[in-house]
């Protein structure tokens, strides 16, 4: 690093430091602009001379700080079995928070507000009374589990209660960390950081005291300390041996013990068999596991599902070895497999994993970024690039010998917007900020390390390149070819932020001269994915190439640019694999990640159907339901009917499924592109069209043509009729007539029918002419979908609104001010709080103009092609549903279709 390079990153951290000190003196609370302003030009003149900070620093410095003391959060939801007794009111006389106390002063400096530090420690305080008091006597077990997001922070939440569980007098502290060393050792350091104070990697060695503080340990104080005793350390997992010489610190039980293990079942039988036969006794004591990613790897995942596996066997005996436990697990997606795998309720609810106790579902600080933002209709963030070139060089299904020859063009733009990123973030002030790139395009590791070596070549390339044109004139560095490709790239992504390509062209060489390229799998070129600020004082800037490595759990500090190519039909698969889901202050608005149209369509359907699960459940919460209820419920969940074709796919058997329509909505997303299949469908269209013009129909305030009091054997007649494709599963015809007859024994015989026909002004739309209607289509991208299908872009037929169809207008205004009072900071309205005030189903029937978008100009089919949705009354989740109907998977169409990405996610080899 040269000398302008250190003065400027020493400059930085005076910045942040007089950040940190204004954040600590208003004690992280909201502030108006002056009240900040005055505090941060209080500091400067007492810390530094007034040549050293200038007016526009301080003027940054005090933005920073707004947007960081405006940063809101809600407490989490909870979900309590009959009979919880609270316990912790009445023991926090006698507690010590000391472990508590020295995380909460550790969290500004973690750049949390007092906001979130109030939410995570009634959080907190919550899961710990719904744990058992440590202090009772006799034997006891508790199950629970925590909801989260991914990367939204679950981590700084366990550590909280961790903390107040070793105060509350919890001995024996385990983490279950994960499947990868890499994840494990992350997770250790965040332990040591967060909870023990200590280096753990230098526990044995010979170093002071002093030297091995870190995190909480830089409260250090003679008379007051004291620290857990790690049996592991974030090199080692753990170690027979290093717990032998341990053991007589551990015979003191003065403090707690803490471990944190990989989920690998010959490290848990280590454990279990150093518990049984070392004399250690500490199973005697209360003991708090903590299984994170839970819904991974701890439950019945094998393929045949004939036992459980054998991590979930080794999992449970751990648990068995003592007469006093708390588990507590974490996952990032309600649709964890605890509640869906299980062949029946029954079974689940007896799991000795199941969550019988409590479960909460945890909300996210309101700058965290996630699918609803990135993926969804009313996102904020403009920063996902749909990629179609890389088929030919690498596609999506390839065998382990497929090394590419080269690179996908947009793999070198996402190469070159990486350095671009970095060259801003130095010119915002974030120079020793770390900077990470993710690159996942297959799971071997042959396939990895091939193209790490072409990104290497390609990034010195660019490097020789700028270090010789830089500090050019911007006429004579455009005579070279890579620096003008970085200029396409600036003129095409960022031309509009606050810089000038005059001010990026001068930052480039600082930009791109630290990047280096690493490799994060099992095979012999792995690198760590390393962070930490012995090593990186100013920051790493790195570019990461991997697959499942990178895809669960582990965390890319600073990630600002991801390369995604990758297939998959499981929710939290994808959800997981989804690393820049997190907190990017200051730079969300320059990061890009680029990704298949197909996966991008994904991302938005799953965003949708987990955020109505989570609306379920604060409504549960509401009704005062139970785990049980909640688990019953996203097993009754429509969703459920992909996952459950995705675990049971090898066995070849049709799987039921009993699934609840009520307050749903089922649509044809996927549709078959046969021609004889389309006419078909078309035709059945017409004759119900033809009975619909018998009856009255109305237009105004309608998104088409409104038709009341359809008798159900028309829409019956239409539905037998249609030929449904097999991977639109929830508009398999026998379940929705099943429960369209049980609709109409319980009164209600007569449907609402909607025929969508958009307005005037998309007058260059297809038009169908039908019994005297005019109908204008819809225009819509499709993509392929195996079986001769074409799947529905976001997987989503109807459009926001649609579902008003047939409501009368105080209904409509009853059901959005009843969410808007709910969720204040909601812009837009789901059509799911509709169904709550409809009476009768509203059958949406659709013809859509289909095209591609590799060729727009022209419709697939002509004439074009009819589609369908159901909208079904009802509420859901606040209670349980009156009537289940039987869908039947059939698993051996998904295994002939789709076994190519089951391999994808669960025969990885990196």
């Not at 204040?824 to 709550?836: A, E, L, V």
Request: proline share 4%.
């Amino acid at each position: 690093m040269n000398d302008t390079n250190k003065k400027t990153n020493k400059y930085s951290l005076i910045l942040e430091k007089i950040e940190d000190g204004v954040a600590i003196l208003l004690d992280g609370g909201k502030q108006d602009q002056e009240t900040i302003i005055n505090f941060v030009r209080m500091v400067v003149a007492s810390q530094h001379s007034n040549n050293t900070v200038s007016e526009q620093d301080i003027l940054n410095v005090t933005k920073r700080l707004e947007a960081r003391f405006d940063i809101s959060m809600e407490v989490g939801n909870f979900l309590s079995a009959e009979g919880y007794i609270p316990w912790l009111d009445d023991a926090r006389e006698n507690l010590d928070w000391y472990y508590w106390g020295r995380y909460k002063r550790l969290l500004p400096d973690k750049k949390f507000n007092r906001e979130v530090i109030n939410v995570l420690d009634i959080d907190t305080n919550k899961i710990l009374d719904h744990l058992e008091n440590p202090q009772k006597k006799g034997g006891w077990k508790r199950k629970g589990l925590c909801v989260g997001h991914v990367q939204s922070g679950k981590t700084a939440n366990y550590l909280g209660v961790i903390c107040k569980a070793a105060d509350a007098g919890y001995k024996v502290i385990i983490v279950l960390a994960g499947l990868l060393n890499a994840l494990r050792n992350q997770t250790q350091e965040r332990i040591d950081e967060g909870f023990v104070g200590l280096d753990s990697s230098q526990q044995l060695g010979a170093t002071t005291l002093e030297e091995k503080l870190i995190g909480v340990g830089k409260f250090y104080d003679s008379e007051t300390w004291h620290t857990p005793v790690p049996l592991t350390t974030n090199t080692q997992d753990f170690d027979r041996n290093i717990a032998t010489q341990l053991r007589a610190q551990i015979s003191q039980f003065n403090e707690p013990v803490v471990f944190v293990l990989k989920k690998n079942v010959s490290i848990l039988k280590n454990l279990i068999d150093w518990l049984k036969h070392n004399n250690s006794e500490l199973n005697r004591f209360p003991m708090l596991l903590i299984d994170d990613e839970a819904d991974h790897a701890s439950v019945n995942t094998s393929k045949i599902d004939e036992d459980p596996t054998a991590t979930n066997r080794r999992i449970r005996e751990l648990l068995g070895l003592f007469e006093q436990s708390s588990y507590l697990g974490y996952t990032a997606t309600p649709f964890a497999n605890i509640f869906i795998d299980p062949e029946n309720d029954d079974d689940m609810l007896k799991d000795d994993l199941f969550p019988s106790d409590f479960i909460t579902s945890l909300d996210t600080p309101s700058n965290y970024i996630g699918a609803k933002r990135i993926f969804e209709e009313e996102g904020d963030l403009d920063i996902v690039r749909e990629v179609d070139d890389y088929e030919d060089v690498l596609p999506l299904k390839h065998k382990i010998d497929e090394l590419p020859a080269t690179l996908p063009p947009s793999l070198h733009e996402a190469v070159r917007t990486f350095i671009l990123v970095k060259a801003m973030r130095n010119l915002r002030g974030q120079e020793n900020s770390h900077n990470s790139m993710l690159i996942n395009v297959s799971r071997f590791t042959d396939i990895q390390s091939n193209i790490k070596w072409q990104v290497h070549e390609y990034l010195d390339e660019l490097r020789h390149a700028v270090k010789n044109h830089y500090a050019l004139s911007e006429h004579d560095a455009m005579k070279n070819s890579a620096m003008a490709s970085i200029r396409e790239t600036w003129d095409k992504e960022f031309s509009e932020t606050e810089f000038t390509w005059k001010n990026i062209q001068k930052e480039l060489s600082a930009a791109i001269s630290p990047i280096h390229v690493i490799e994060v799998n099992g095979s012999k070129n792995s690198e760590p994915l390393d962070y930490n600020k012995h090593d990186y004082p100013n920051g790493r800037n790195v570019i990461t190439i991997g697959g499942l490595s990178l895809s669960r759990g582990l965390t890319l500090e600073g990630l600002t640019v991801s390369y995604f190519l990758r297939n998959s039909i499981m929710y939290d698969t994808l959800m997981q694999m989804g690393r820049w889901f997190g907190y990017r202050t200051d730079f969300e608005d320059i990061c890009r990640v680029y990704m298949s149209e197909s996966a991008s369509s994904w991302y938005a359907h799953i965003s949708r159907v987990t955020e109505e699960l989570r609306e379920e459940f604060r409504r549960m919460e509401k009704a005062k339901m139970t785990p049980n209820d909640f688990g019953l419920c996203v097993r009754s969940h429509p969703a459920t009917l992909i996952v459950t074709a995705r675990n049971k796919m090898r066995t070849g058997h049709l799987v039921p499924r009993q699934v609840s329509l009520q307050g749903r909505l089922v649509e044809t997303s996927v549709l078959f592109k046969i021609p004889a299949v389309v006419a078909d469908n078309f035709k059945s269209f017409q004759s119900l069209f033809q009975e619909l013009s018998k009856i009255p129909v109305e237009q105004d305030g309608q998104p088409g043509y409104l038709y009341r009091a359809v008798p159900l054997s028309l829409i019956i007649s239409f539905i037998h009729s249609y030929i449904n494709h097999p991977a639109s599963q929830l508009t398999e015809s026998n379940p929705i007539i099943d429960y369209a007859e049980w609709l109409q024994s319980n009164g209600v015989g007569e449907w609402d029918v909607v025929v969508i026909s958009l307005s005037q002004k998309h007058g260059n739309n297809l038009k169908i002419q039908l019994s005297n209607q005019t109908i204008t289509s819809q225009r819509r991208t499709v993509l392929d979908c195996a079986g001769n299908g074409i799947e529905l872009n976001k997987r989503r037929l109807a459009s926001r609104g649609h579902e008003k169809a047939g409501l009368p207008e105080q209904e409509i205004v009853e059901a959005e001010s009843e969410y808007k009072l709910n969720n204040p900071n909601r812009k837009n309205f789901p059509d799911s709080i509709y169904r709550g005030k409809r009476e009768k189903p509203l059958l949406m029937l659709h013809v859509l103009d289909c095209r591609k978008n590799d060729n727009p100009d022209n419709p697939l089919f002509p004439g074009g092609i009819v589609a369908y949705g159901i909208s079904f009354p009802g509420e859901t989740g606040s209670r349980r549903p009156e009537r289940l109907v039987e869908y039947v998977v059939n698993t051996v169409w998904w295994n002939n279709n789709y076994a190519d990405l089951l391999d994808e996610e669960e025969d990885s080899v990196d």
